[in-house]
Nanobody, 124 residues
């Protein structure tokens, strides 16, 4: 059973920063062979793509709304992917999910494993 566990969410003010982490906790999941992504879902809205990083950690894609503010990275030795979020805005408020895929893609439907999410709330 593959488990992806997110952490690092919280309540912050606009302009603040947060760093989310997502750790794969299973010996049957070869983390370093998967491309990893972050998605988010705000209340009443559909899930949306945030960022993705290839398995080697040298290719990234970001949603336009977070480009230049968010940075995705990974530590394959620790089975962990990160999302550094700077200059947060109230519209970044959402539940953030990490996911793993064999495809390097921004389409959520192509991701095989998902975490349960961590809440990020940005007050104005």
């Amino acid at each position: 059973q593959v488990q992806l566990v997110e952490s690092g969410g919280g309540l912050v003010q606009a302009g603040d920063s947060l760093r989310l982490s997502c750790t794969a906790s299973t010996t049957t999941f070869t983390f370093s062979t998967y491309h990893m992504g972050w998605f988010r879902q705000a209340p009443g809205k559909e899930r949306e793509f945030v960022a993705t990083l290839n398995w080697r950690g040298d290719n990234t894609v970001y949603a336009d709304s977070v480009q230049g503010r968010f940075t995705i990275s990974r530590d394959n030795a620790k089975n962990t992917v990160f999302l550094q979020m700077n200059r947060l805005r109230p519209e970044d408020t959402a539940v953030y999910y990490c996911a793993a895929s064999f495809s390097f893609t921004d389409r959520g439907a192509n991701y095989d494993y998902w975490g349960r999410g961590t809440q990020v709330t940005v007050s104005s």
